[in-house]
């Protein structure tokens, strides 16, 4: 959400359409994570990372819904932060570029993050703990998360589905700080 703020007080066209963007992208992503991180709760009944470990073995469809909404929160190209994030930057470079240099180092630290994070969850040994316990996704919680996942892509493939909206508010709204 800090990117959001940086966006709306760059004053300028691209930051404030990006935050706008980018809070609709982060409350489809924020679920779709808060979503995964409750379904698996629901099976090990234990929220700490170091409990888990090689799910991937165990539950492939769940890992890969989860790859793709850490994918779309790091920002990557294709999915729906990216645009948002891309708008804001540049915002902040026509602003100040100081201001588009450390929102930049924000995205890199918080892609190490979810790298990181996706990784332990993931990847190697399956955890000892987790033996033995269903941690793959049922079709309707597939069916839950399938609307997220396609919202994640689509509006990273078409976000003038939603900037195209924006636009004249946008230009509006800046019009007393002579928006550039």
């Known amino acids: 959400m800090g990117f959001v703020t940086l966006g709306l007080f760059t004053l300028t066209d691209r930051g404030v359409e990006g935050a706008i963007l980018q809070m609709i992208n982060h409350g489809v992503i924020s679920a779709a994570l808060f979503l995964c991180v409750g379904m698996i709760y ?46 804001i930057i540049s915002g902040a470079f026509q602003t100040n570029g100081w201001l588009g240099a450390m929102a930049i180092w924000g995205v890199a630290l918080g892609t190490i993050y979810l790298v990181w994070l996706f990784f332990r969850v993931v990847m190697g040994k399956l955890h000892p703990g987790l033996e033995g316990l269903p941690l793959e996704l049922g079709s309707r919680e597939v069916a839950i998360l399938a609307p997220l996942a396609i919202l994640a892509v689509w509006l990273g493939l078409d976000p003038d589905l939603v900037l195209s909206y924006l636009d004249a508010s946008v230009d509006k709204l800046l019009l007393p700080w002579g928006s550039s």
Do not use: K
């Open 42 to 87: 629901e099976r090990t009944h234990t929220r700490e990372i170091a409990d888990y470990g090689g799910v991937a073995r165990a539950a492939p469809v769940y890992c890969t819904l989860l790859a793709l909404f850490c994918l779309a929160a790091a920002g990557f190209p294709g999915f729906n932060s990216f645009v948002g994030e891309f708008l």
